[in-house]
């Protein structure tokens, strides 16, 4: 196979790897569209022929882990797939609510954000680990340094080891909902009520209690709907996000009412 990924003994365009698989939709009366994000290919986008079936439903869930192989006569053209499951995430979390709505979220934002046939490497090795601790302790904060990871990798990181107005690195508090800018206590004066939360979750610690885990989950929220999704021609974030945000906030609540 050469570098644009010819067969040596045929025209046609083929490629072989390990993948998450992100959306699945049906196509004809028996095949079915994969999204799958791949290391090197990054998401791509292939035909399934006969994926509609009973015998393909319980392979084809998004957050499979699947072989792939990809083969088309031309390289612009959608291509077909042949798949073998890996591992299937949803049944071993289908108990676990949070877990559930977690690769609910991961699958729908890869596939909302990446652009088609882009490889991102690094986030792909931490959207495969992401995925394979599902349901693990303190997975809600593993979650929320992968949608940091996510944002940086799409050009919108945000800097947080400084002040943006002071410089200084002590009492960090605030994050500036324009820039993604830490911004200290004394700094925001007037403008706090202004300004995001910077609770400590999103510089790596560990999240004290759901309220704090709720709060980082606003401020990356912001940064994926003002920023990111205008980007990307002002789509709205992929519901199942909400679902999970919705979950974290009620868990933070219901915590709340306990220690009352």
């Known amino acids: 196979m050469d570098k644009a990924g010819r067969r040596a003994d045929s025209p046609a365009m083929e490629w072989r790897e390990d993948g998450i698989l992100l959306a699945v939709r049906r196509h004809g009366e028996t095949a079915a569209i994969l999204e799958v994000f791949t290391e090197g290919q990054g998401r791509h986008v292939g035909v399934v022929p006969g994926g509609a079936s009973r015998r393909m439903a319980p392979i084809l869930q998004p957050g499979a882990q699947l072989d792939v192989t990809w083969r088309a006569r031309l390289s612009e053209h959608i291509g077909s797939f042949r798949v073998e499951s890996r591992a ?29 046939r882009a490889p991102y490497p690094a986030l792909y090795a931490r959207s495969l680990a992401l995925l394979d601790g599902l349901g693990a302790d303190r997975w809600g904060d593993a979650y929320l340094g992968w949608e940091l990871a996510l944002l940086a990798e799409m050009g919108f990181g945000l800097s947080l080891d400084a002040c943006a107005v002071t ?94």
Request: glycine share 8%; charged share 20%.
């Open 88 to 116: 299937s995430r949803a049944a071993d979390v289908m108990d676990d609510r949070l877990a559930l709505a977690g690769l609910g979220a991961v699958c729908a934002l890869l596939s909302f954000c990446l652009p088609e």
């Open 167 to 260: 410089e200084k690195t002590n009492e960090l508090t605030y994050v500036s909902p324009r820039t993604g800018r830490a911004v200290s206590r004394q700094a925001a004066g007037d403008w706090a009520d202004r300004l995001l939360p910077l609770p400590s979750c999103l510089t790596g610690m560990p999240s004290q209690s759901p309220a704090e885990l709720s709060a980082g989950l606003r401020t990356t929220g912001h940064f994926l709907s003002e920023h990111l999704a205008p980007s990307l021609g002002d789509r709205p974030l992929p519901a199942a996000r909400q679902r999970l945000v919705d979950l974290i906030a009620r868990r933070a609540q219901a915590a709340s009412g306990d220690s009352g």
